[in-house]
């Protein structure tokens, strides 16, 4: 028979499991689906998920994931309440497609195309008609404007994500993408929101989790 080694003598302790070396939890496909299939009883086919712990948005067909990129969500990480700069959770609907055409780079301010191209005109040190660019957080390229769908989450007094002007848009901070460093939009590369922006249409759900 085999001898019990006596307490603290001879037995093998085993290190602390490194979660670093973990992979990464899978996106949370079902959960998203089941949130969108709440709003949308008959049936969805094209959604997009924005995985925030991921810092991924990804393009769905039903189930199927068909294509995802790296974003950027808020700083201040999800949270809908205004003047909170964070990202809305829950169920949204693309509102408006802006910028159909626009030169990749193209600054948009109000949600209106300036003239000013990123980062040709910053590079000069004006932009239109002679004003500095400021190179903080711009509007580029593309933007898609999202509205909630969910009462008291991203919807209504205090909330509401369109009337705190969150977007799906491209971003002078490409470098930063994969990091949560927005001040509560979505931020993409230029090149991947022009991709987006041609692949889905007003009405779209866009669900943040």
């Given at each position: 028979m085999a001898s019990i080694p006596e307490l603290g003598k001879d037995v093998v302790t085993r290190p602390t499991p490194d979660n670093s070396s973990l992979p990464p939890a899978p996106p949370p496909f079902a959960e998203g689906l089941e949130r969108v299939e709440r709003h949308a009883p008959d049936g969805v086919a094209r959604w997009l998920l924005v995985d925030v712990a991921a810092q991924r948005i990804h393009l769905m067909h039903g189930k199927t994931p068909l294509d995802?990129?790296?974003?950027?969500?808020?700083?201040?990480?999800?949270d809908a309440?205004?003047?909170?700069g964070g990202t809305p959770p829950g169920?949204?609907?693309i509102l408006q497609r802006i910028g159909q055409d626009a030169p990749p780079g193209m600054v948009f301010v109000s949600r209106e195309p300036t003239g000013r191209i990123w980062p040709h005109d910053q590079e000069s040190g004006t932009g239109g008609?002679?004003?500095?660019?400021?190179?903080?957080?711009?509007?580029?390229?593309?933007?898609?404007?999202?509205?909630?769908?969910?009462?008291?989450v991203n919807r209504g007094p205090g909330v509401d994500s369109a009337?705190?002007?969150i977007y799906l848009h491209g971003t002078n901070a490409e470098e930063r993408l994969g990091t949560p460093c927005s001040h509560g939009c979505v931020r993409l590369a230029n090149a991947d929101v022009i991709t987006l922006f041609d692949l889905v249409r007003e009405g779209d759900p866009v669900v943040i989790l």
């Open positions: 995802n990129w790296p974003v950027s969500t808020a700083a201040a990480g999800v309440r205004e003047g909170s169920v949204h609907r008609g002679g004003a500095a660019m400021h190179p903080a957080d711009l509007i580029l390229t593309r933007l898609i404007t999202l509205d909630g769908l969910e009462d008291g009337a705190r002007y």
